[in-house]
């Protein structure tokens, strides 16, 4: 079975200093993993995902995150803050061995970001 | 890139009242489309998978009776909200799967059931 846990339900940052948004995982298979960011009552939007090729993904916006097999991590981050990145931000993973491929998702890390 | 669209966006229903929510690929064939559903600040919880030509497999505790699922093309899949109630009212999220298995979603039905 696959799960994602996101270990932070709020984060707050200044604008301008980095954002680390943490996740653990969980899979019996090889994952996918992705990160979502969702604006308030909108759709989601892919932000990355990691599928077995660099450890560090480079995503849309200035954010990467690391994939560590090792510490069953796959944490975002970005240098820098603008207040635009304000929202809430999935962790997701999907099974890529597995039947379904169903997406698992975290639940969830509202970022603020202050002036 | 590719684009699901979500119709409508937002809706108000009576209580008693049944609801239909689209969901369509519009540039690309979705031989699955999920449905999910978001309860405020909360997660999304996959509610039922829906094949083309097939009937959706629903996740456990998901009534499928009350939330009938229709793919009956590759490009559209309807979600049926019948005899809607208030604690129907949630944020349905639909997501589309192409052929080479990337997942799109769509912006979501916002429903009101009073």
């Known amino acids: 079975a696959q799960s994602v846990t996101q270990l932070d339900s709020h984060v707050s940052v200044s604008e301008g200093t980095p954002v680390l948004l943490r996740c653990n995982y969980s899979?019996?298979?090889?994952?996918?993993l992705f990160w979502y960011v969702q604006h308030p009552n909108k759709g989601l939007q892919l932000l990355l995902k990691y599928t077995s090729a660099a450890t560090l993904v480079k995503g849309i916006n200035g954010f990467e995150a690391e994939f560590k097999k090792s510490e069953t991590s796959f944490h975002l981050t970005k240098p820098s803050a603008h207040m635009s990145d304000a929202a809430e931000y999935f962790c997701v993973v999907s099974d890529r061995g597995g039947a379904t491929n169903k997406l698992i998702f975290g639940t969830g890390t509202l970022l603020a970001v202050q002036p | 890139g590719a684009v699901v669209s979500q119709h409508p966006s937002w809706v108000i229903c009576k209580s008693g009242t049944s609801v239909k929510i689209e969901c369509r690929s519009l540039d690309f064939q979705a031989t699955t489309m999920f449905w999910y559903r978001q309860f405020p600040k909360k997660s999304l919880m996959l509610m039922a998978t829906?094949?083309?030509?097939?009937?959706?497999?629903?996740e456990q505790g998901v009534e499928k009776d009350k939330f009938l699922i229709n793919h009956a093309s590759l490009t559209l899949s309807t979600l049926t909200v019948t005899s809607a109630h208030p604690e129907d009212s949630s944020f349905y999220i639909c997501s589309a799967r192409d052929t080479i298995k990337a997942t799109f979603f769509g912006q979501g039905t916002r429903l009101t059931v009073v």
């Open positions: 829906s094949n083309e030509g097939s009937k959706a497999t629903y």
């Open positions: 899979s019996s298979y090889s994952p996918s």
